[in-house]
């Protein structure tokens, strides 16, 4: 059995709810990213433009302001990276520079523009779940049956990314955990992760430190480790491909004692 990857999380923003303003100096962001591949990360996710519930869109030209220099400063190390964006020109420049992998919340829904972008670039693309947009998401969200409406939006979405070109291979999906659900849709969602393996393609999780912790445990953002951790050992038993963490090095000790368990033959 594959063992998952990790993404780490690199927010060059000044606003994000975890690490916000923490690396937005390119030497402080090239620094961290470095890091996370030394404590295990195989992919590290580059983001310019926040996406917390609540967040307001910046300018076009200010996530390129933010991401790229980043970028330019990753050519040189042997990093797998990941633009988090869901505009074509960001993720054009992105992958001009280096990057390999689209993280688009919107799913190419935003924008899509991107999907000649990836198909050109023979780009990974991440397809993120999210009901309204991050300004909006949060406020009311309602589902029937949150695992069928998701696994009915990617089913759309897959069949979008493959009409514009974009071989299934290079098509990750995530079920969007905090984007526009409630706290008992993450956790039916945690609950199935295996669902979503039904289309035979990567899953992708990203659990770490969001609100529903602090919903469940009452821990606030620089507190939520543990529970991350948890979503991690959810997310192992429904055979989650991808961890998109903040809390690399920590992560990667669970995981892999997790799987040591695990295969080991007695």
């Keep these: 059995e594959k063992t998952p990857e990790i993404m780490g999380v690199l927010n060059v923003t000044p606003d994000s709810f975890s690490d916000g303003g923490k690396y937005l100096d390119p030497e402080n962001a090239c620094r ?27 300018s076009e030209e200010e996530e390129l302001n933010r991401v790229l220099p980043v970028l330019e400063k990753l ?76 696994l009915r939006f990617f089913e759309e979405r897959i069949g979008f990314a493959v009409s514009r070109g974009i071989p299934e291979e290079n098509i990750i999906i995530d079920p969007g955990i905090g984007f526009g659900k409630r706290l008992e849709d993450n956790l039916c969602i945690l609950k199935n992760l295996i669902e979503f393996k039904s289309f035979g393609l990567p899953v992708l999780l990203g659990a770490s430190r969001k609100s529903f912790i602090g919903m469940l445990t009452g821990a606030k953002v620089e507190g939520r480790l543990p529970g991350s951790l948890a979503a991690v050992a959810l997310g192992l038993e429904g055979k989650v491909d991808i961890f998109r963490v903040h809390d690399v090095k920590e992560t990667k000790q669970f995981i892999d004692v997790m799987l040591g368990a695990w295969r080991n033959e007695c």
């Design 32 to 58: 961290r990213a470095v890091e996370m591949k030394m404590e295990g990360a195989t992919i590290v996710d580059v983001g310019g433009q926040s996406s917390r519930p609540g967040s307001e869109p910046v």
């Design 75 to 150: 050519k040189e190390e042997e990093i797998d990276i990941s633009i988090d964006t869901y505009r074509a020109k960001v993720a054009e420049a992105a992958l001009n520079l280096g990057a390999g992998i689209v993280n688009d919340i919107s799913a190419m829904r935003f924008d899509p523009e991107i999907a000649d972008v990836v198909k050109e670039k023979n780009a990974r693309i991440v397809l993120m779940h999210m009901k309204g947009t991050p300004r909006d998401m949060q406020e009311n969200p309602y589902y029937d049956d949150v695992i069928t409406e998701v």
